[in-house]
């Protein structure tokens, strides 16, 4: 969705007209725009993009059957934040409806920031960055120099070490739910 169509979709279906410019700075840091993102909150977090709103609300059930953390949607909610906002697993790709819940949502977020006159702006900001920081609850993980030199000191890399031993199966467990169970899956043209 560009950004032109979300500011005419966040007029009609946010909660106040005033909302608009605080959601859309929402959405624009958690998904870019985009209302059938998907991701599973894993080590290290997996984006998946649905090509329509079955697929979406299919990937997202099975995530959290899984037991997978999941974020989905235009802003990226979490399973508590979703149930703060009254969406469900179905509602949260509706854009119009995930706009109105992430209104909700915000409003509740700004009036337990007891916000006064003269601070409202600032309560804001620091409602908005609430979000933005949930998006993000995983570390990066640390980067290595490649190969096993030791930057600060000079040492070459032994080039002699053995390969690390290779697994004989691959894992394919792709929410990494640790069931010990697989699936073939393919696709007949």
């Known amino acids: 969705m560009d950004p032109a169509a979300f500011a005419a979709l966040a007029e009609r279906c946010a909660p106040t007209p005033e909302l608009v410019r605080p959601l859309t ?6 998904s870019s725009f985009e209302p059938l993102l998907i991701t599973v909150q894993a080590r290290k977090p997996v984006p998946i993009q649905a090509s329509d709103r079955d697929e979406a609300i299919q990937f997202a059930t099975e995530a959290i059957a899984t037991g997978q953390p999941v974020r989905t949607g235009l802003a990226q909610l979490d399973a508590a934040d979703m149930k ?19 209104g909700r949502l915000f409003q509740a977020r700004l009036q337990a920031a007891n916000v006064n006159a003269s601070g409202h702006d ?4 620091r409602v908005v960055a609430s979000f933005a920081t ?41 929410y990494r739910s640790g069931l010990g169970t697989s699936a073939f899956v393919y696709g007949r043209l």
């Open 134 to 174: 949930n998006t993000s609850r995983t570390t990066p993980e640390p980067r290595t120099p490649p190969g096993d030199a030791d930057i600060s000191t000079g040492e070459t890399p032994n080039l002699n070490a053995p390969a690390p031993a290779i697994r004989e199966r691959p894992n394919w467990d792709v």
């Open 25 to 30: 700075a929402i959405v624009r840091k958690a």
């Open 84 to 102: 703060e906002a009254g969406l469900t697993a179905t509602t949260t790709f509706d854009a119009c409806k995930h706009i109105a819940g992430l």
């Open 122 to 125: 600032q309560a804001i900001a």
